[in-house]
């Protein structure tokens, strides 16, 4: 991988770190999210699921609301997680065997979700 993608909730942005190549050591944004990112993790096939956390400490996604996007490798979003209803606090998103493993930085259990 020739860079590394970061969050900052605050913007609600994704930023590339450049590793390599002739932009090594600089940063661009790469993508503008619908709420706060938190973690990043990448696909099999290179793409990201970034988590969406809306920083209320009580249940609060309503079903219907966005907690996480998937990026392709030039940070488009082509897709959109949506809660339950029950969800709070998503900090992690990780997708395997056709299911949505959710994580919580408050909640003392992990969400899962089926594709």
Known sequence: ???NPWSNPVSR???RFWLEGTK???TEIIAELPGA???IKRTANGEFWVAINNWRSI????AGEIIGVRLDKEGRIFEGLHGNGILESVTELEERNGLFLVGSNIAPSVGI???
Request: charged residues 15%.
């Open 1 to 3: 991988m020739e860079y």
């Open 13 to 15: 942005r994704i930023i």
């Open 24 to 26: 090594s050591n600089t």
């Open 37 to 39: 990112p938190n973690n």
């Open 59 to 62: 249940p609060s996604y309503n």
């Open 113 to 115: 979700f089926r594709i």
